[in-house]
């Protein structure tokens, strides 16, 4: 509708009137150029954190990497919505300069003293990151190699490497596994280690050290692919994720301390833009930690809840992760459930599969045995009727037979039985009793005595088995007393016939038999399946436990955490009015925002990777916290949607009846009382397209007698200077008043305290790590000039953040307002009586465009200023750097034996004798950054009231301007207009029906 309204306008010929037409294509082309808000998320965790899976299973799509055995993430990787099916990326490389400068700094890290390499003993730490970077990059260049290589022959060694510096790749895939695909080589730095581990697989027989894996053959190194990881300044990724659709966009930053310093600069660079910080722990060290109340130390409690201004409810939230990572026992024990009713229940229900699991294992021993059993039976019943076949063979061809059948079944029936009797004293339990039988005896004894049961208890296995031997021994007599039967045919076939009859049996016996195993197997899985539900039932409720628990503890340190820094803060501002039992806020009301989750399970509840398997402690989705976590993300962002999109309705219904009301026009009022308001009031004459007092147009610019220039515009445009005059100076009054004394104060503080802090420092940690970050120039690990600043920034902490935290811009706003108000009750003085109406109409429909305008004009405003403080705020610490530069080149430079000695000895002089240069320099710094701010505001205000005062005179220009001639034009717009305004009616009651119902 917007874009319709903006073709008709720009057909409509509105004669003299241009400055109308000009600001209402203005009006249209600042609507159509808005665009939503978004909420911008850090996403801050140390290694092994479960950073990378949480935002997965956030995303519910994988477009950061994982892996359980090393960490991932090496980039600063943002990641917004789109509303493609398609995952895209924006791979941004750094420049030549960049990876130059990064370079010199991995070289003298992996260099000892003296230009040689570093002792095998050392190569951990510094020289393994360092190594790990230039290896990936450059595969074929091996460790010694580096002794005498130079950064400029670095570069010439691979020119396609040069060729990408500087670079922008995009990457889109279809789905998640083929984009994790493409974008793991940017991003994992476990990639080289990956396709190394593979290499040295081959190596069988051969153990090798950390130090021989760094020193590979250049033959080895040409199969390896270069891995462009360590070349990344950034990756911007887009998916389809509902959590983000209202506007949020993850951060997702790589550990402090990186090397490079591009990367750096830009995960600095984010942590002042962003809105919100995500810190995330594992939940097993979340509360042991106390990692709420440290809060990142000091420094960033400083800087983000005072020097910032932007502390509130939602600023900081804190996720524990791998709460499925749970041993009961332990949990139990810690938290006192043992009587809790709901775990009682779980654990009776676990005893209780436990003791039915182990009387069905000796049913099933039993059924085993039985079927043991029954299975030789049946081979010696196939043998026998095997034997009596050849038998009647030898007797049909005339051949000599020896009557050896009685001694055969003899021989096998005495094996099996002896089989049996050692099969039983091998297995525990009862078992059905079963006769052997020498075929000519009564078979349908046989069959009955093999189903009789016997006694099912353990203890009458030895009975059995004596009986058996008995009959064995029975048996045996009786054969050796036997006379030997004549073999005939008849008898053979009898004793076929006995077999298949005992066959049939048999197998109708083996048929209960393995159905009764079938059972005993069913009723085990499904004791097993209860069980191990009940197990993760216990899993569950001992997490969840613990997860409330952890949550508690959690917020309750960070209040602990934020009255100690407010008690500091306070003693600092005022120490002889300081009370420490008197509260600085309410700090019942202060809930630090916590999530517990699971990506594990989640992820294998949703069935996203088959290869996971089953979950290993929740069942239902929700327990595993990832869902809250999503909706928590969404309404992080949908909140400024919901502001943004009433801003913009309420914007387009006043700028629609606007123009409306002009093309409307006025059909009462006589050509000399327009006239008469157009004399008084019109600024520009011959349809000049806007006014600017800076333009050649003089001869076009309405003047009055004294040759200043006359009309609305110019007169609210001079009115609006003197207001934005004053406030610029009161802004500069205020910053100074409020800030200077506490600045120079704590100037001295710093001073005072910075010999003492390079000394702590330097002891605080290892030599080398000392030295890597005297050539970082202090950044790294740690930052020295952040924390030399801490009593700077703690001493104007408070007066800061009361300064910001007020309405600067009120006064600013009334002024204007009031301006507004006298002259458009000028305008309602002059008019005619046929007039008057539809003056004081109008005047009300202005002053109430100026309302939303003015709204939108000090919003702008107050947010550049936001971002100048947040800018300001940091500008010490670059400060401090800079000055300190040659303290940190000079202590870098000493070699030799002595050298760490001499490296402190030398930073120590050069910070006591430049201390107060540099701190009273920060001040100065400091306070003149603010005064340029408030400058920066005064210019923008004047730019964004120009155009308000001259919109001003369009929606009153109504009351001099005709109709518009092109009537076909004109209803178009009308036309286009009412349909607007009715849309806009129709969402307004929609709105309000939302509203009442929620």
Known sequence: MVKTLKVSIEKLELGSSKLCKDVWLREIDSLLNQVSPTMMIAVCGATGAGKS??????????????????????????????????????????????????????????????GNLKRTTDLHGDIEVAWHKVHAVYPSITLPQLVDITVDQMLAYNTNI????????????????????????????????????????????????????????????????????????????????????????????????????????????????????????????????KTARDLLGEAFRTQLMSMDGNYDAHTITFIATKCDDITC??????????????????????????EETAELKLKKADADLRTEVIDARLKLLQAIIQQC???????????????????????TTQSMGKKRKNTRSKESGPAKRLKSSTFGQDSEDDTSDSDMDVDDACGGQKSVEEEQEKEDTQHNDGIEDEPEEEVT??????????????????????????????????????????????????????????????????????????????????????????????NQRNYDE?????????????????????????????????????????????????????????????????????????????????????????????????????????????????????????GITPRLVKDFGACVERCVSDLQGLFHDGLEDKCRAGAVKAAQGAVQCVDKFAESMHWNTYRATLRRHGSWYRDLNVELLTPFTRNIASSWSTLFESDLFTPLSSAVTECVKKLLADVEVSAAAELKERACARSSDSQEEVHLALGKIIKV??????????????????????????????????????????????????????????????????????????????????????????????????????????????????????????????????????????
Not at 346 to 352: F, G, Y
Not at 935 to 964: C, D, F, M, Y
């Open 389 to 411: 076949q050849e038998d009647k063979t030898a007797l049909a061809n005339g051949t000599m037979l020896m009557p050896q059948l009685t001694a055969t079944e003899h021989q």
């Open 53 to 114: 899976s949480t935002i997965n299973a956030l995303l519910d799509v994988d477009v950061v990497p994982t892996s359980g055995m090393r960490a991932c993430t090496s980039v600063v990787t943002e990641i917004s919505y789109h509303t493609a099916s398609t995952i895209n990326a924006d791979v941004l490389f750094l420049s030549e300069a960049e990876w130059r400068e990064e370079l010199i700094v991995l070289l003298d890290d992996i260099k000892a003293e003296g």
């Open 162 to 289: 040069v060729h990408i510096l500087g670079t922008t790749r995009k990457i889109s895939a279809d789905n998640s596994s083929s984009f994790a695909q493409q974008i793991a080589r940017y991003v994992d730095s476990s990639t080289g280690q990956k396709r190394r581990g593979k290499k040295n697989k081959t190596r069988k027989g051969k153990k090798t050290s950390a130090s021989d894996n760094l020193v590979i053959s250049a033959q080895e190194k040409e199969d390896h692919d270069t891995a462009l990881w360590p070349l990344i300044r950034q990756v911007n990724i887009q998916c389809n994720a509902w959590a983000l659709s209202a506007g949020a966009i993850l951060v997702d930053l790589p550990g402090v301390a990186d090397v490079n310093p591009a990367r750096n600069r830009i995960a600095k660079d984010y942590m002042k833009k962003c809105n919100c910080i995500w810190i995330l722990a594992p939940i097993t060290r979340a509360v042991d930690d």
């Open 489 to 582: 045919v008849k008898v053979l076939d009898a004793k076929i016939d006995d077999a298949q009859k005992s066959i049939k049996a048999a197998l109708e016996e083996l048929d209960d038999a393995r159905k009764a195993q079938m059972n005993i197997k069913d009723a085990l899985d499904d004791l097993t399946r209860k069980e191990m539900e009940a197990r993760r039932d216990q899993s569950t409720f001992c997490s969840l436990k613990r997860s409330e628990f952890s949550r508690n503890a959690l917020k309750e340190d960070f209040r602990v955490g934020l009255k100690l820094f407010d008690d500091a803060t306070a003693e600092e501002r005022d120490p002889e009015a300081f009370d420490p039992t008197q």
């Open 590 to 710: 202060v809930d630090l925002e916590v999530f517990t989750c699971s990506s594990r399970d989640y992820v294998r509840i949703t069935g996203r990777i088959e290869r996971d398997g089953d979950p290993s402690c929740f069942s239902n989705i929700a327990d595993t916290g990832v869902p809250a976590l999503q909706q928590w993300c969404h309404r992080l962002a949908i909140g400024n949607q919901h502001r943004a999109a009433k801003q913009y309705h309420l914007q387009l219904k006043m700028f629609a009846n606007s123009v409306r009301a002009y093309t409307d026009g006025i059909s009462d009022a006589t050509v000399a009382d327009s006239k008469a308001l157009r004399e008084k009031w019109e600024s520009v004459e011959g349809g000049l397209k806007r006014f600017k007092p800076t333009m050649n147009h003089s001869s076009r610019i309405k003047l009055d007698p004294y040759g200043e220039p006359t």
């Open 329 to 354: 026992s332990e949990v139990i024990t810690a938290l006192d459930l043992e009587d809790d009713p709901a775990l009682e229940k779980i654990n009776d229900c676990i005893i209780s599969c436990m």
């Open 861 to 998: 405003v107050e947010g550049a200023l936001v971002r100048e403080q947040k800018e300001i705020s940091r500008c010490l610490a670059p400060h401090v750097q800079t000055e300190l530069v040659d303290g940190y080149d000079r202590a870098t430079g000493q070699r030799g034996k002595g050298s760490v000695a001499r490296q402190k000895t030398v930073f120590h002089d050069y910070v006591d004798t430049r201390r107060h240069v540099v701190f009273d320099g920060g001040a100065e710094v400091l306070l003149g950054r603010l005064s340029a701010a408030a400058e920066a505001v005064g210019e923008a205000l004047n730019e964004s009231l120009r155009e308000l005062a001259e919109k001003v005179e369009v929606s009153i220009s109504v009351l001099w301007e005709g109709i518009p001639d092109d009537l076909r034009v004109r209803s178009q717009i009308i036309q286009t207009v009412s349909q607007m305004l009715a849309q806009l009616d129709m969402w307004s009651q929609a709105a309000e029906k939302v509203s009442l119902a929620s």
